[in-house]
């Protein structure tokens, strides 16, 4: 294997000529770049002819070295010229020069701050279209599913519904457990100035059966479950997985959406009901460490607690369900193509499924309050 090689002399019209011989490749092209250079650097204003005929093998780090010999010579305005380049050497330079000159397209100009929001209004219609057109094919599909329930994957239901119901208990538990604890301290530091402390009891219990329990366990599954049934649904999207169901006449809705829909509906009242069942165990660990007994607490709680509370917190866990499920589904129905896509739609998903049930927490709020509940 001959070794690459470069060497300096004088052309008939007195130009500064450089020759290359041997193989020019990955390997060798640094050591001749460098040495390229000092014989240059000898005569920075000289013409240049560059003398490739005796060079054996030439790859892409070679013509690099041939380019940027070019582009030094044209910024300084001298002549450059290359001889003996075989057809294929001169096909291999002609393909790298073809693709350097390419002109990159003129960045679009800034948007002022009108066209944004016109833009992001825009958006917003069209997803709520979107949103709208998904809800009442959902209903459809629930319809369907209930007049003729043989027709639903109900394997794949229960498979949802492990991995959406049993597999949160943990997290559920735990993360509403220190929150009854926290109230529960938080109510005794402010009931402390009046001497009721006894009252602390009713404060957790009324707010995590009417309020904390249903909207932590929503506010959790959106963010385990409802992101899962995004990148799930996503990753078919990506795959045109989709695209093969229907073209087999299988609606996407009731295959892979109603399961999922089902599948949460049944697990996160369930859930609601261990959430507030551990919230209360948090804030009863903290009023018996303020000196007060055991059957007090049951006491306070039972008298506080009526029957439209704990059904009023499982009417919220049930819609949440339903908001959790379908969020998911519809933001995986709407993934794009590229390697960013399922995780665009899964962060759409879970900030999407948030705001909506903070904003349904707040009707049933103000709906409660007129309806005396």
Same mark, same amino acid.
């Given at each position: 294997?001959?070794?690459?090689?470069?060497?300096?002399?004088?052309?008939?019209?007195?130009?500064?000529?450089v020759s290359l011989e041997g193989r020019l490749d990955v390997r060798t092209t640094g050591r001749v770049w460098r040495e390229t250079e000092e014989l240059i650097d000898k005569e920075p204003l000289a013409p240049l002819v560059l003398d490739v005929s005796k060079l054996k093998y030439l790859d892409g780090a070679g013509v690099a070295l041939l380019m940027h010999l070019q582009l030094r010579q044209e910024r300084a305005g001298l002549h450059f010229d290359i001889v003996g380049l075989t057809l294929e050497h001169a096909r291999l330079f002609e393909l790298y020069e073809s693709g350097a000159k390419k002109e990159l397209p003129p960045e679009p100009p800034p948007r002022s701050g009108v066209e944004q929001i016109g833009r992001?209004?825009?958006?917003?219609?069209?997803?709520?279209?979107?949103?709208?057109?998904?809800?009442?094919?959902?209903?459809?599909?629930?319809?369907?599913?209930?007049?003729?329930?043989?027709?639903?994957?109900?394997?794949?239901?229960?498979?949802?519904?492990?991995?959406?119901?049993?597999?949160?208990?943990?997290?559920?538990?735990?993360?509403?457990? &220190?929150?009854?604890? +926290?109230?529960?301290?938080?109510? /005794? =530091?402010? *009931?402390?100035?009046?001497?009721?402390?006894? !009252?602390? @009891?009713?404060?957790?219990?009324?707010? &995590?059966?009417?309020? +904390?329990?249903?909207?932590?366990? /929503? =506010?959790? *599954?959106?963010?385990?479950?409802?992101?899962? !049934?995004? @990148?799930?649904?996503?990753?078919?999207?990506?795959?045109?997985? +989709?695209?093969?169901?229907?073209?087999?006449?299988?609606?996407?809705?009731?295959?892979?959406?109603?399961?999922?829909?089902?599948?949460?509906?049944?697990?996160?009242?369930?859930?609601?009901?261990?959430?507030?069942?551990?919230?209360?165990?948090?804030?009863?660990?903290?009023?018996?460490?303020?000196?007060?007994?055991?059957?007090?607490?049951?006491?306070?709680?039972?008298?506080?607690?009526?029957?439209?509370?704990?059904?009023?917190?499982?009417?919220?866990?049930?819609?949440?369900?339903?908001?959790?499920?379908?969020?998911?589904?519809?933001?995986?129905?709407?993934?794009?193509?590229?390697?960013?896509?399922?995780?665009?739609?899964?962060?759409?998903?879970?900030?999407?499924?948030?705001?909506?049930?903070?904003?349904?927490?707040?009707?049933?709020?103000?709906?409660?309050?007129?309806?005396?509940?």
């Amino acid at each position: 294997m001959s070794i690459a090689t470069a060497t300096r002399g004088r052309t008939q019209g007195g130009a500064l000529s450089v020759s290359l011989e041997g193989r020019l490749d990955v390997r060798t092209t640094g050591r001749v770049w460098r040495e390229t250079e000092e014989l240059i650097d000898k005569e920075p204003l000289a013409p240049l002819v560059l003398d490739v005929s005796k060079l054996k093998y030439l790859d892409g780090a070679g013509v690099a070295l041939l380019m940027h010999l070019q582009l030094r010579q044209e910024r300084a305005g001298l002549h450059f010229d290359i001889v003996g380049l075989t057809l294929e050497h001169a096909r291999l330079f002609e393909l790298y020069e073809s693709g350097a000159k390419k002109e990159l397209p003129p960045e679009p100009p800034p948007r002022s701050g009108v066209e944004q929001i016109g833009r992001y209004g825009v958006a917003f219609l069209a997803d709520l279209a979107e949103m709208t057109r998904f809800v009442g094919e959902l209903a459809s599909a629930l319809a369907n599913a209930i007049r003729h329930p043989r027709t639903v994957r109900w394997r794949e239901t229960l498979r949802a519904a492990e991995s959406c119901g049993a597999d949160a208990v943990p997290i559920v538990a735990l993360i509403v457990f &220190l929150i009854g604890a +926290i109230l529960a301290y938080q109510g /005794a =530091i402010a *009931l402390q100035k009046f001497g009721a402390e006894i !009252f602390v @009891a009713d404060l957790v219990a009324l707010s &995590l059966v009417r309020e +904390i329990g249903p909207l932590m366990t /929503a =506010i959790v *599954l959106t963010g385990r479950s409802g992101s899962a !049934f995004a @990148a799930e649904i996503g990753t078919m999207k990506v795959r045109e997985e +989709i695209d093969a169901l229907s073209t087999m006449g299988l609606s996407p809705t009731r295959f892979l959406v109603i399961p999922r829909v089902l599948a949460a509906v049944w697990t996160t009242p369930l859930l609601v009901v261990l959430a507030n069942f551990c919230g209360l165990i948090g804030g009863a660990v903290v009023y018996l460490s303020l000196g007060f007994s055991m059957t007090s607490y049951v006491n306070q709680v039972s008298s506080t607690i009526d029957l439209s509370d704990f059904l009023g917190g499982l009417f919220k866990a049930f819609c949440f369900g339903i908001v959790v499920a379908a969020i998911g589904c519809i933001r995986g129905l709407q993934t794009g193509s590229g390697a960013s896509a399922v995780g665009i739609s899964t962060t759409r998903a879970v900030v999407t499924g948030i705001t909506l049930i903070v904003i349904g927490d707040g009707i049933f709020s103000v709906a409660f309050y007129y309806l005396g509940i």
